[in-house]
């Protein structure tokens, strides 16, 4: 989508669409004052009439109000003007989104909304509109051979009104934010909804390298099977041997820093497809665990946008890629192996699969001498349990990089939570026959998993992110959400020192 600033008369503004809130009650913002003003009270005349009082999310499109230069009005509910929050703002735009793909217009022009949601700034809810409005008019075709619900007049073109000129710079810049965070989004979306029999290790390792042929700072390395074996990427590969897709570490490396800077890393699970291995998983929704790739595909997502930011800092995105099936090759329970570190581990059961290809990745980032390791995994269905489709799972032992974290969360509303990664769960991975069992029993799932990745990143300062409660949703929306792209993105802004 093409993204502008604009500003001067809004009366005289011309466009196919023009957006203005109004409150419970049929009280005006600004921009509708203003309209109501050049349109001889015609506005809140029309508004009388009780067709559109301002609740969240109510919509009305109207046409040719005399002395008002655009074609169409959309008159957006805001809800009640001394409550408004930006959880409304974001419901309202969703049904902006809803409105515009269905109407003939294929530009818009949005006016923020003046009073702002409680506590939000100017940037942030630019932000947040263009990445509200990219997400709804999202659509999968790939695999499609009609798509019968595209819309006739897609949305091409959104412009962003802004009242104070001076404020145009900083509109300008969150609308370049968030057009790289959008095109991420939409790449991790593309991969995660993608089925398994076409995203594959191989296809994504092609993905990451089709990547950097657009961008000249990115460079993708990918090893096969022979050089990890040499490597001693051992527990990688026992869940590769399951499967008849040849298993790929994608290594990418984005420059954008002097050479001596300590570069940060982004690791992913890129398990392409989990049926679980011997310990099956059941079969309802097992489709789902095509999305089981959404940490690698989250971080070429990142790797995207910070291509398109110029991003100047030093990044590595490490992808772990392979399928986990059943087989007569496959991982058996009580099998062990010894990881990449040195450690063996004994694997009680093969489902737990996503830690096994994380430890042998974040060994492997030892070499890169990397001043954070941020993984990011769909690691456990308890922690899906634990706290639903809202935030991620945030596991580090470093408050500075928890609040970083946090913090980069709630900007971009890619929520993460922190939940406790103390000593005290270790226990739960004791095994009586090698140094570490693959899984700690009911208890705490999720965080024996994180317990479990920590013995593998104590050479750096390390998060892990458990986003399989967030990267994708279930039922009749099924389908990737391209989450924690935007969290990532905004990190990476900070970390850069371009916020
Ligand atoms: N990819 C799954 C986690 C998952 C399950 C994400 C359901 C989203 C929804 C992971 O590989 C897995 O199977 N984890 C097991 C671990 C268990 C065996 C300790 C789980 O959560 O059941
Ligand atoms: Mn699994
Ligand atoms: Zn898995």
């Not at 990115?218 to 040499?230: I, K, N, T, Y």
């Not at 954008?256 to 079969?283: C, H, M, N, Y």
Request: charged residues 25%; hydrophobic residues 45%; neutral net charge.
């Amino acid at each position: 989508m093409e993204l502008k600033c604009k500003t001067g008369e809004l009366a005289n503004h011309k466009t196919p669409c023009l957006i203005i809130g109004i409150f419970e009650k049929r009280r005006l913002t600004e921009a509708a004052e203003r309209i109501d003003t050049a349109s001889n009270g015609r506005l809140s005349a029309l508004l009388k009439k009780g067709d559109l009082n301002g609740e969240i999310g109510q919509t009305l499109l109207l046409y040719e109000l005399p002395g008002i230069a655009a074609e169409r009005l959309l008159l957006l509910g805001l809800g009640k003007r001394n409550e408004f929050t930006r959880a409304n703002y974001r419901q309202a735009l969703g049904a902006v989104a809803l409105v515009l793909q269905q109407s003939g217009a294929e530009s818009a022009t949005l006016t923020l909304p003046d009073p702002l949601p409680r506590g939000l700034d100017l940037y942030t809810a630019a932000r947040d509109a263009v990445l509200m409005i990219e997400d709804k008019c999202y659509r999968y075709t790939r695999t499609k051979s009609e798509d019968k619900q595209a819309p006739k007049h897609p949305l091409k073109r959104l412009n962003l009104w802004i009242e104070k000129r001076s404020e145009i710079p900083n509109a300008e810049r969150a609308l370049r934010h968030a057009q790289a965070m959008a095109e991420g989004i939409r790449l991790a979306r593309e991969l995660g909804n993608l089925p398994g029999n076409l995203c594959t290790p191989t296809y994504l390792a092609e993905q990451a390298q089709a990547l950097s042929e657009h961008c000249p700072r990115l460079s993708v390395e990918v090893l096969d099977e022979g050089q990890m074996q040499a490597l001693g990427m051992n527990a990688l590969l026992s869940v590769a041997r399951g499967s008849r897709q040849p298993p790929k570490l994608i290594i990418a490396h984005y420059r954008g820093a002097a050479a001596e800077s300590r570069p940060l890393a982004l690791v992913g699970k890129g398990l392409t497809f989990d049926a679980g291995g011997i310990s099956l998983k059941q079969a309802a929704e097992m489709d789902e665990m095509k999305f089981d790739m959404a940490g690698g595909a989250a971080v070429l997502g990142a790797l995207r946008a910070a291509c398109l930011l110029d991003l100047p800092l030093d990044l590595i995105g490490v992808i772990p890629a392979t399928e986990n099936l059943p087989d007569g090759a496959a991982n058996k329970p009580g099998d062990i192996v010894t990881s990449l570190s040195g450690q063996t581990i004994e694997i009680l059961n093969t489902d737990a699969e996503g830690r096994l290809i994380l430890a042998d990745a974040l060994t492997y980032c030892e070499r890169f001498n990397p001043e954070t390791v941020l993984d990011l995994a769909t690691l456990t269905g308890a922690c899906v349990i634990a706290l639903g489709k809202h935030p991620a799972g945030l596991f580090t032992s470093d408050d500075r990089l928890a609040n970083e974290l946090i913090a980069a969360g709630e900007a971009t509303w890619d929520r993460v939570w922190r939940l406790p990664l103390w000593e005290d769960y270790q226990e739960q991975l004791n095994s009586n026959f090698a140094d570490m069992a693959n899984v700690g029993g009911r208890e705490a799932g999720a965080i024996t998993a994180a317990c479990f990745l920590a013995r593998f990143a104590k050479k750096y300062r390390w998060a892990h992110l458990d986003i399989a409660g967030i990267a994708w949703l279930s039922g009749k929306e099924k389908g990737a959400t391209g989450r924690p792209v935007a969290l990532l993105t905004h990190w990476l802004l900070m970390r850069a020192g371009s916020l």
